[in-house]
């Protein structure tokens, strides 16, 4: 059972470059995030996704894209990476259900992927 | 907007001590409230969770009460282990709309033999 899958762990990019962060997950959820953790500042979202076709921003946004084609793909994209952009980005997934022990609010999240921009 | 509020860290303490780590929040309507952890080099893990005022979210020997009256979740342990050493989260969802989760800065908790 393999649960939120994340692409690269370590990558390290120079200014301007522009990569794509991987995630995949097998659980069936619908719902997807994506959040940022910078050191002592906890965990800011970026973006997430409700389903298949439908995204949204989070706090964070700029500097990012992402899109979901599929129920279990859902990637976030830097253009033109920048020194501020530098963080561990974890991918989550959550079902739809309601508030019982796998319901929307119980989030399953990836490993991590430690991005630096130099 | 909805915000969280953790006490700073790192907390450090020996092995078998009580441990409090204090959790407010700010927010509108009856949101929901969780504790994740984070053990070094992992993802985050649920850990324990509250739907509603007076609640209790107990797992592994933590536990924390939804306490309205004073916006608290703070997470309590009675006798903390080496293996219990990592960075927890303190989180909640909004009662309706959107379903991602608003973190604290986390606290780190070092447990020493």
């Known amino acids: 059972n393999a649960g939120v899958t994340q692409t690269p762990k370590f990558r390290i990019l120079k200014i301007g470059q522009s990569m794509t962060l991987q995630c995949t997950q097998d659980?069936?959820?619908?719902?997807m995030y994506w959040y940022r953790q910078d050191p002592g500042m906890g965990l800011k979202l970026i973006y997430y996704s409700v389903g298949a076709g439908i995204t949204d921003k989070g706090e964070v946004p700029n500097g990012y894209n992402v899109s979901r084609s599929t129920t279990e793909d859902f990637p976030l994209r830097l253009e033109l990476a920048a020194p501020s952009q530098t963080s561990v980005y974890f991918c989550?997934?959550?079902?739809?259900?309601?508030?019982?022990?796998?319901?929307?609010?119980?989030?399953?999240f990836g490993a991590g992927s430690r991005l630096t921009v130099l | 907007g909805d915000s969280v509020t953790q006490m700073e860290g790192p907390v450090t303490l020996s092995e078998e001590a009580f441990l409090t780590i204090n959790c407010t929040y700010t927010?509108?309507?009856?949101?929901?409230l969780f504790w994740y952890v984070q053990y070094p080099g992992e993802g985050l893990q649920l850990l324990l969770k509250a739907t509603k005022a007076d609640d209790k979210g107990s797992n592994k020997g933590f536990e924390a009460t939804y306490r309205k009256e004073t916006t608290s979740f703070h997470l309590e342990k009675g006798s903390v282990q080496v293996s219990d050493s990592a960075v927890y989260f303190c989180?909640?969802?909004?009662?309706?709309?959107?379903?991602?989760?608003?973190f604290g800065s986390g606290t780190r908790l070092q447990v020493q033999p």
């Open positions: 659980m069936n959820h619908n719902y």
């Open positions: 989180a909640l969802s909004p009662g309706t709309g959107r379903r991602a989760l608003t």
């Open positions: 927010a509108t309507g009856y949101p929901s």
């Open positions: 989550a997934s959550s079902y739809r259900g309601g508030q019982g022990a796998g319901g929307a609010n119980v989030l399953t």
